[in-house]
Structure formats: structure tokens, C-alpha cells
Nanobody, 124 residues
Framework: QEQLVESGGRLVQPGDSLMLSCEAS????????AGWFRQAPGKEREFVAT????????YYSQSVEGRVTMSRDNVLNMVYLQMTDLKPEDTAVYYC?????????????????WGQGTQVTVSS
């Protein structure tokens, strides 16, 4: 079974930047789309960003558009989420996921493999 391990989450101040990483093991993810989702306490898991299999196309939720960049390295089997100008409402557990499709998708049901999550807390 595919394993995804996220890292990079921590406590930051409003306005700070943060890079989250996700490493996939057991098999290559290069043929599949990937995504980042987040879940705040008491809320449902929500879409943040997605990227297609090659990394040529990415799109983002409206709540993070312009502040977040998703990328991937298919040689290293890694995906990344660069976040800037972080806000307290970005506080959540961030999850990396790999889809069953090649095209990028915001639909959570398209994602088969999930990591355990990494906590991002934005607070002064």
C-alpha cells in the first residue's frame, strides 16, 4: 500500500511563509495527480491545491489562491506546498493525497492514498 508522509508543519506567525513536503514510498506517483487538503478542528476536510501528473497544471481553492503554490518532483517522488502570507484561518492539519487519475482534481473522492497529516498553526 502506498505510503505518504507529510512534513514541514509548525507554528508560525501571521504573514509568515511555510513549505510543506510530502514523500511517497513504495511506488512511483509520477503517473497520478496529487493534492493537498486541510482540516481545521470541527470542520470537514477541504480542498487546498491539486496538480496533474506531470506538474504542468495546478489549481487552488479560492481561499488560498495567490498565496499558495503546489509543485512536484516525479524523480524524487515528492510533492510540495509553498504557502505565503499565512493567516490564522489557515490553521489546520494539512494532508497530502494521491489520486487515481492523471488530471488534477479538487474532488476528494478521486484520491485513494492519504498521508497522516502535518499540523500548521498560524498564531501571534
Amino acid at each position: 500500500q502506498e505510503q505518504l508522509v507529510e512534513s514541514g508543519g509548525r507554528l508560525v506567525q501571521p504573514g509568515d511563509s511555510l513549505m510543506l513536503s510530502c514523500e511517497a514510498s513504495l511506488r512511483t506517483i509520477s503517473g497520478y495527480a496529487a493534492g493537498w487538503f486541510r482540516q481545521a478542528p470541527g470542520k470537514e476536510r477541504e480542498f487546498v491545491a491539486t496538480i496533474n501528473w506531470s506538474g504542468s497544471t495546478a489549481y487552488y481553492s479560492q481561499s488560498v489562491e495567490g498565496r499558495v503554490t503546489m509543485s512536484r518532483d516525479n524523480v524524487l517522488n515528492m510533492v510540495y506546498l509553498q504557502m505565503t502570507d499565512l493567516k490564522p484561518e489557515d490553521t489546520a492539519v494539512y494532508y497530502c493525497a494521491v489520486a487515481t487519475t492523471t488530471h488534477s482534481s479538487s474532488d476528494i473522492s478521486d484520491y485513494q492514498y492519504w498521508g497522516q497529516g502535518t499540523q500548521v498553526t498560524v498564531s501571534s
